[in-house]
């Protein structure tokens, strides 16, 4: 169990202090140099976690904001949240290059496409939809409006749009075929995320419990339990090896597991309340947590 675990990161090598209030999720960027993270306080942050500086705070919404995405060439980012705004914005200015709006209720995760043309969202109106970033349109391209309750994640893949909800679900939809696949877990689902090699959804349910599914036959491969996730929306993801899932918990905890056995092979503090988010960087041994406490922590081997 120990060597298994033993190039997990579980030292604190930095906390980052700024948001007012809970700090309800942390990215790294697609580089692993930078990290943006979002709050109750209705701000952005943009800092250099490795270095422990604070860069840049953007502010423009009314409420709290759920979810924050970076394009690849970290030029441009997009924000949504409680006012059912989704904005998008340049970097190193900080301006709002346009506020897209269509969604009746909340939005509760915001993910570009690969060449950033295009925004993909999820909320409480049910709806997933599609923004061109590109054109001068505010109105959404493309409305999936096929779930039952609130779309609490959103994951994409070249070809693909996968969604999770409340209603239990998970949805992929065939971007170019219209081709939907419906997994039902029975559980509401409140994150989804694909496993680096892209063959496996992660999908964190609110029943203390992470499933493994195949993406392409949809079968459930393994599920994850041991950590507390019963009211809080909460991350869960892949280690950059796809050795290791990791999660938060409503404990303050973070929790690692074997992907292919199940095994718990490591769990630790890392917070004093809820853990909301974890963000594991691209190429080395380190990942972000955030959480209910106001801080945002990276941690190392």
Not at 43 to 53: C, E, M, T, V
Not at 94 to 105: S, Y
Not at 239 to 244: E, F, G, K, Q
Not at 270 to 284: K, L, R
Request: proline share 1%; net charge neutral; aromatic share 8%.
């Amino acid at each position: 169990m120990a060597g298994a675990a033993a190039g997990l990161p579980s030292k604190e090598a930095a906390i980052l202090k700024g948001h007012e209030g809970a700090v309800l999720a942390v990215r790294f960027n697609k580089d692993g140099k930078y990290c943006l993270s979002c709050g109750k306080d209705r701000s952005l942050r943009l800092w250099n976690p490795h270095k422990g500086i604070h860069i840049k705070t953007y502010n423009g919404h009314a409420r709290d904001v759920r979810d924050v995405a970076v394009s690849s060439d970290n030029s441009k980012l997009s924000s949504c949240g409680g006012d059912r705004q989704l904005l998008y914005w340049d970097v190193s200015s900080g301006r709002i290059i346009r506020k897209f709006q269509g969604h009746d209720a909340e939005i509760n995760s915001v993910k570009f496409n690969e060449y950033a043309a295009a925004l993909i969202s999820g909320g409480g109106d049910r709806s997933v939809r599609a923004w061109d970033c590109r054109s001068n349109r505010f109105d959404p391209i493309q409305v999936i409006d096929t779930f039952k309750d609130s779309v609490t994640s959103v994951q994409l893949t070249k070809t693909e749009i996968i969604a999770g909800s409340v209603d239990g679900t998970v949805r992929t939809f065939d971007i170019r075929n219209g081709r939907e696949i419906v997994d039902d877990l029975g559980q509401s689902v409140n994150s989804v995320a694909l496993s680096y090699d892209e063959g496996c959804i992660l999908a964190s349910c609110l029943d203390s419990t992470i499933r493994l599914l195949d993406r392409a036959s949809g079968e459930q491969l393994q599920e994850y339990k041991g950590h507390e996730n019963k009211a809080f929306k909460m991350d869960s993801c892949l280690t950059n090896t796809d050795a290791h899932v990791v999660s938060g918990s409503e404990d303050g905890r973070v929790f690692y597991w074997d992907l292919v056995d199940g095994v718990l092979v490591k769990s630790f503090k890392a917070h004093a309340a809820v853990v909301t988010s974890v963000s594991y960087h691209p190429t080395e041994s380190c990942m972000l947590t955030s959480s209910v406490d106001g801080t945002i922590r990276m941690w190392k081997t």
